[in-house]
């Protein structure tokens, strides 16, 4: 039997029926110390000397850096909505249901590994190089052989080297935020709400985020009115304890406080607060539950008007003792409040009287809420909007002078996403965006929603990838592993090396002046560059990080000699 294996980009994709040929092999890549290296090993069995359809092997690592390597399968899942019909951009890899390469399961050593005839797949390989790491280069060899640890045959070899260069990368400055959804997990596990398992599966979900550039996170201080049904209820995740005192409203901050703890611990330090109005229009209240004459009900919802008169006495009591509350633990300026997820413009009236009700409460704080229309910022309602990437220019020629923008579904057409189908250089290209537009914030919807639109039930993320219908991967970046830790995909990965981008071109113009960047970038795509308008090959990317890396390197290099 012969395996095939060879060293390609972290930017492809796999396909279970395309031909290893078809892949182009990088044998070699730089990275800065701080940073994680990524690159793949494409294998398959060669169908000229076939024993078998099928063979177990293993991985082996043969490499100085060989403590700093992490290696994960990508298995394929299934994908029955790629994009929209009427999506015309073709820079799809494919537009047919069918199987997609994109979760990612850690291997080790111990763990088989099954080739098959003329099916191609992969292997992630991850090279997290610590701070202060010694530059040079490094072999970073991904063996497959017949016996665990290395101790049988080798059957194929990809070779690869790793160039470290001595420069640290530098702490991430872009406030990024995916939305956590507790709720989520809860169901999915079949654990209760902030049970202490529950609380043990948010910590792994949160590491998971964290580690790859989440540094904002949705708290939920009342059930968030996210992605709920009119009329209908998400499961109630609600960190602060209500008492309704008939005349004067109690708070209890506890579970609050686990959370703030939680999170700081794993190294998040943004708290994105949950909506204080309903989703598309700003019309009623949040579900809110709390105990009122010894009982545990619900106090607001639906049907409560967002102007009511007790809504909006509870609010403003609620925050004023909240604010004060993050005070006391040197963390209100770290929060960043919602009014109501993306209104349109018949929305503008409900949005004003829904805002006005904080509007002092909340000044000198930063308020955030994606939205699309410029109005909404022309008009003074909303001094720091979070536009949709494909209506960011808009805002920019607005004059915003603090620049957010999101995707989610809606952004199906020439601008950068993280959809199973999209090539991940579609993905990746975000980190070099974020810097020519100097975006300081990213919002996106869906880290784990595993229930359908509208959260009308629950979906096995491992067989529906749609969530009943947006295109698949929209809805979650991570998927659930048994043991309530959060399989990658390698979307996540992708979004975290456009960040690591990103960093390296802010660290490039400490050191050589953004002119220098700037010229990097438009020398490598001589065309114009924006946000719809970026070269589609992945070797774009490769060479441009290549050409950050080595004006860094050289500024290094100068100022020692």
């Known amino acids: ?327 006391s633990r040197g963390l209100d300026k770290n929060c960043l409040f919602h009014i109501s997820d993306e209104p349109g413009e018949s929305h503008i009236a409900s949005y004003a009287m829904a805002k006005a009700i904080v509007a002092d409460l909340l000044e000198g704080y930063t308020v955030i809420d994606a939205l699309s229309l410029v109005k909404f910022y022309q008009s003074g309602l909303v001094q720091t909007p979070i536009p949709s990437i494909n209506h960011l220019d808009e805002f920019i020629e607005a004059g915003v002078p603090e620049r957010w923008t999101y995707y989610c579904c809606g952004q199906h057409t020439d601008v950068s996403n993280r959809f199973i189908a999209m090539p991940l250089s579609r993905t990746r290209i975000i980190g070099t965006q974020f810097y020519k537009y100097s975006i300081v914030g990213f919002l996106q919807w869906g880290y784990n929603f595993w229930f359908s639109m509208g959260s009308q039930g629950r979906m096995n993320p491992f067989v529906t990838t749609d969530a009943g219908r947006v295109p698949a991967g929209d809805a979650y970046s991570v998927y659930p592993a048994p043991d309530g830790s959060a399989y990658e995909s390698i979307r996540i990965r992708s979004f975290h090396e456009a960040l690591c981008d990103l960093r390296a071109m802010q660290l490039c113009e400490k050191l050589c002046g953004r002119e220098a960047v700037m010229n990097a970038i438009e020398t490598t795509f001589p065309q114009p560059f924006d946000c719809k308008n970026y070269p589609q090959d992945g070797i774009y990317i490769l060479i441009l990080r290549n050409k950050i890396n080595a004006l860094i390197e050289n500024k290094i290099n100068n100022s020692e000699n």
């Not at 899942?77 to 537009?95: F, G, H, I, Q, S």
């Not at 996210?226 to 506890?254: H, M, N």
């Not at 999170?263 to 809110?288: L, M, N, R």
């Open 1 to 327: 039997m012969e395996i095939i294996a060879k060293p390609i980009s972290s930017l492809e994709k796999c396909f279970l029926d395309e031909n290893i040929d078809s892949k182009r092999e990088i044998n070699s890549l730089s990275a800065l110390t701080g940073e994680t290296l990524c690159f793949q090993v494409a294998y398959t069995i060669s169908p000229n000397l076939p024993t078998a359809d099928c063979a177990v092997v293993y991985l082996h690592v043969d490499s100085p850096l060989k403590d700093l390597v992490k290696a994960s399968k990508i298995e394929s899942v299934p994908v029955r909505m790629p994009t929209y019909t009427a999506c015309k951009d073709e820079n799809y890899l494919r537009k047919t249901p069918g199987l997609y390469p994109d979760l990612m399961i850690p291997i080790g050593e111990t763990d088989e590994i099954y080739p098959m005839l003329s099916v191609l797949q992969s292997i992630w390989v991850d090279v997290e190089i610590p701070k202060g790491f010694a530059g040079g280069e490094y072999p970073v060899n991904i063996s497959f052989t017949t016996g665990e640890k290395g101790s049988g045959d080798t059957l194929a070899c990809a070779e690869f080297e790793v160039k470290v260069i001595p420069a640290d990368l530098p702490e991430q400055e872009l406030k990024f935020t995916q939305w956590f959804h507790c709720d989520c997990l809860a169901e999915y596990y079949g654990v209760d709400v902030f049970s202490e398992r529950h609380w043990e599966i948010i910590e792994n979900y949160m590491k998971c985020a964290a580690k790859n550039g989440m540094n904002a996170i949705l708290t939920p201080i009342f059930t968030p009115p996210l992605d709920t049904a009119i009329g209908k209820e998400r499961p109630t995740v609600q960190l602060v304890e209500v008492y309704d005192g008939s005349k004067k409203w109690g708070f209890d901050f506890t579970k609050l406080d686990r959370w703030l703890d939680l999170a700081q611990k794993c190294g998040i330090k943004y708290f994105e607060i949950s909506h204080f109005f309903t989703q598309w229009g700003a019309y009623h209240a949040p579900k809110v539950m709390g105990w009122r004459g010894g009982n545990y009900v619900r106090l607001f919802g639906w049907d409560t008007d967002a102007t009511s008169d007790e809504y909006t006495g509870f609010l403003r009591a609620f925050l004023r003792k909240f604010i004060e509350h993050m005070k």
